[in-house]
């Protein structure tokens, strides 16, 4: 009996189309558009995730790289003759930023050095904040996948409940083999939302978290780099008076 039963129930799975492939070319075209959807935007978060991952990589790595050049003992003035000429990010688009300023603040005969720890305070802060949003950029994309992820897939599930409940009107039975695919199409809606939003909300707060400490570890920099500048000023100014 139990084995008549079993292979009763893989009859009906296989003729129904049970398989991932098969549910979803029977699902309704709604749930379709809603399974695609989240397919895609399965994949646009992968894409996300992996480019962040690269780009942050590579950012600290160049940030080290920035450090050692820095405190090696090599003059400021090499240093800027090395990295004007390239494009730069993070510490070293902070170094080059403040070092421009210094420059044309030194220009002529009549250095302005009155306010210029201000305006280096300023340039840095204005890099530092176009250096996050480079690095936060498309993590939106991450958080709302994440929030809307599970509502869309829940919608493709009310709609297969829908389609269950329809196919039950019509053939005026609850026999399984009816309500079954129905089911079975809003359970894999359902999925499909939790498949992009899991992965979306959890590598939003890891890449999130990377951007914030190397946001603080630019911003360590900056404070350093004003104070040493700060000081030079502060000398110049003291022998204008003498």
């Not at 080290?64 to 993070?90: K, P």
Request: net charge negative; charged share 20%.
């Amino acid at each position: 009996m139990d084995s008549t039963v079993a292979v009763a129930g893989a009859d009906l799975a296989a003729h129904s189309g049970f398989s991932l492939f098969g549910l979803f070319w029977q699902a309704h075209i709604v749930v379709k558009i809603v399974m695609l959807g989240l397919i895609s935007a399965s994949v646009w978060c992968w894409a996300i995730i992996i480019d962040k991952w690269l780009l942050y990589r590579r950012t600290r790595a160049a940030m080290n790289r920035f450090e050692d050049a820095f405190w090696s003992g090599q003059s400021l003035e090499d240093l800027f003759r090395t990295l004007s000429g390239r494009t730069n990010h993070a510490l070293s688009a902070i170094f080059v930023a403040a070092m421009t300023e210094w420059k044309r603040s030194h220009e002529g005969d009549h250095p302005a050095l009155a306010s210029l720890s201000q305006r280096l305070d300023r340039v840095m802060t204005l890099t530092i904040a176009r250096e996050g949003e480079r690095l936060e950029s498309k993590l939106a994309v991450l958080a709302s996948v994440g929030s809307a992820g599970p509502f869309i897939g829940l919608f493709g599930t009310v709609w297969g409940i829908m389609t269950s409940f329809q196919a039950i009107a019509v053939s005026e039975s609850t026999n399984l083999a009816v309500v079954a695919p129905g089911i079975a199409e809003a359970l894999f809606a359902t999925a499909l939302g939790l498949l992009a939003a899991i992965p979306a909300v959890i590598f939003f707060n890891k890449l999130s978290g990377d951007v914030s400490k190397i946001i603080s570890r630019m911003d360590a920099f900056a404070d350093e780099f004003l104070a040493i500048l700060t000081r030079e000023i502060d000398e110049r100014l003291e022998e204008e008076r003498y």
